[in-house]
């Protein structure tokens, strides 16, 4: 079978002048069609149809045919019809012809061989690319504003409402004529808002380099009861802040998908590291995120072997030796490193959306209400000596809030708790800064939460739940916190606890003060300004 695609580029655009060979992302626009020519799996020839000696030499450049234009062809009242069928090579045999528009520079090559595909299968005579755009709308009949539909609906509810695309023309052969390229068996094939750009201003022109220069992003992630919920929180949260909707991928062997409860984004599980390199060869990613903890040199490389060149790698919490192949790593837990592509310190905390809505709490004159909160998973089991210590006879005056995680593993036993009267047991809490923003101190760890607490200005006391939290630099107490290490005994959380409770409205106010000195809510400008810059 033979297909020939015939592309139009005459010269002389007034609204965007030299449109065709516009600049855009490093290439010229007609590049980017004769490319998705020359890629297709199914078009067997390509001819540019042209007046413009740049054109001819973009087309030469390029290893593709093209034919002169005429000058009669060449006017603003031409119809694409007769350009086409002057484009086909006499005595040549085709069974289709398919004209690609250079005003649609962001079309794939993916999408053009389906829709080639699509037309043979069916037997079509003529195929044209469309978007689908359903919209209530209306129409003028007697002078008047009328509705075309009968009831209102939700747009997601409303019938198709298909508008043409002019990425691309498929015809039978037999169908192309000097007047039409459109046969009786006619179709339309769906193609994506972003595919189906037509440059006509320079509205679209900014658009469309927008969409070519958009990196492909994954976002690798592993969360659970030992490794922390901390990497998933931040893993959506910076999807949030890209424009474009990244692979969100994890190890199904160590992460459950539950975990990163209900958000749209693209969840993909992987069965280990030959697989996630499997994938990374196929999708081709050009921006690649990791938070996973500590990476060794091996996996790095592996990765980066997978990966297309000049591809960028980007570790979130990584202190393992893989950091060093990494483009750029970013550790708010830390506060120096040796190496200038390691941003460390809190300056880099990427905190939820919703905290930045809320103004750090007033310093009552008594403590009332106690937070309690160890993350997702709290592998060492604070909550439940919390909940042992709090629920005595000598703390019933005082209000406690005790969140439990995710992640957390005994979750029905815990909530046996809220049968004491000044105990709330609350299990996955989908507004902390609401519940934060009403509490008078804080217990927690030395991760994600205690960066949330000093967000609002909680006088806090942590601990640490692993070795590795043990280095955290952030919660300590020259920073307003109350560090008491790595699994303290009863007694000393207990007594921490009394301190707290009976400390006066000064001396918590300058604690607040010192949790206040960090600026934590512009972490995310910092990491995607630096990310950007890749």
């Not at 580029?9 to 290439?27: C, F, L, T, V, Y």
């Not at 909940?387 to 593993?409: D, M, P, T």
């Not at 005994?489 to 707290?500: K, M, P």
């Amino acid at each position: 079978m033979r297909i020939l695609a015939v592309i139009p580029a005459r010269a002389g655009s007034k609204g965007i002048p030299n449109k065709n060979i516009r600049i855009i992302n490093g290439r010229p626009m007609i590049y980017y069609v004769i490319s998705n020519g020359l890629k297709s799996k199914l078009i067997t020839d390509i001819v540019v149809t042209t007046d413009s000696p740049e054109v001819i030499q973009i087309a030469k450049q390029m290893g593709v045919n093209y034919k002169k234009r005429k000058a009669e062809l060449s006017g603003d009242n031409i119809t694409l019809d007769a350009v086409v069928f002057d484009a086909i090579p006499e005595g040549e045999e085709y069974d289709y012809i398919v004209t690609l528009q250079t005003t649609s520079p962001t079309l794939s090559v993916e999408t053009l061989d389906k829709a080639i595909e699509y037309t043979i299968s069916n037997g079509l005579d003529t195929v044209i690319s469309a978007v689908n755009h359903p919209h209530l709308s209306w129409r003028e009949q007697d002078g008047k504003k009328v509705p075309n539909y009968k009831k209102r609906l939700n747009r997601q509810y409303l019938p198709p409402y298909y508008l043409e695309a002019g990425a691309f023309v498929i015809s039978k052969r037999s169908v192309v004529k000097p007047d039409s390229r459109i046969g009786k068996n006619l179709d339309l094939f769906e193609i994506s808002d972003d595919e189906a750009i037509d440059i006509d201003n320079f509205a679209d022109l900014q658009h469309a380099a927008d969409i070519l220069a958009r990196k492909k992003i994954a976002i690798y992630v592993n969360g659970n009861n030992k490794r922390g919920m901390g990497h998933i929180y931040r893993a959506l949260e910076i999807a949030d802040e890209l424009y474009c909707k990244p692979d969100i991928i994890f190890d199904k062997n160590q992460t459950d998908k539950k975990s990163f409860g209900r958000t749209t984004h693209n969840l993909i599980p992987v069965d280990g590291i030959g697989e996630l390199y499997e994938k990374c060869k196929k999708q081709q990613y050009n921006l690649f995120i990791n938070d996973i903890l500590a990476t060794n040199k091996k996996y790095m490389n592996g990765l980066r072997a997978s990966l297309p060149g000049g591809a960028k790698i980007i570790n979130f919490e990584d202190d393992g030796e893989g950091n060093s192949e990494a483009d750029l790593v970013f550790n708010a837990l830390y506060n120096e490193s040796s190496s200038s592509k390691i941003k460390c310190g809190a300056k880099y905390y990427i905190c939820a959306k919703t905290f930045l809505m809320y103004n750090p709490i007033a310093i009552s004159s008594k403590v009332k209400d106690v937070l309690i909160a160890f993350g997702g998973a709290d592998p060492q089991n604070y909550t439940d000596r919390l909940l042992r210590i709090i629920s005595k006879q000598e703390y019933k005056n005082c209000h406690f809030k005790v969140v439990l995680g995710r992640a957390k593993k005994n979750v029905k036993s815990l909530l046996k708790y809220n049968n004491c009267e000044n105990i709330d047991v609350l299990h996955d809490v989908k507004n902390m800064p609401e519940l934060i923003s009403t509490t008078d101190m804080a217990i927690t760890s030395r991760g994600r939460t205690g960066y949330e607490l000093a967000l609002l200005g909680v006088p806090t006391i942590a601990m640490a739940q692993n070795a590795r939290e043990e280095k955290h630099g952030f919660v300590n107490d020259d920073n307003g916190f109350s560090y008491i290490g790595l699994n303290p005994s009863d007694e000393v959380i207990e007594g921490n606890l009394r301190t707290y409770l009976n400390l006066s409205q000064e001396s918590r106010q300058e604690l607040q003060d010192l949790l206040l000195q960090h600026d934590l809510r512009n972490g995310r400008k910092h990491v995607m300004s630096l990310i950007n810059s890749l």
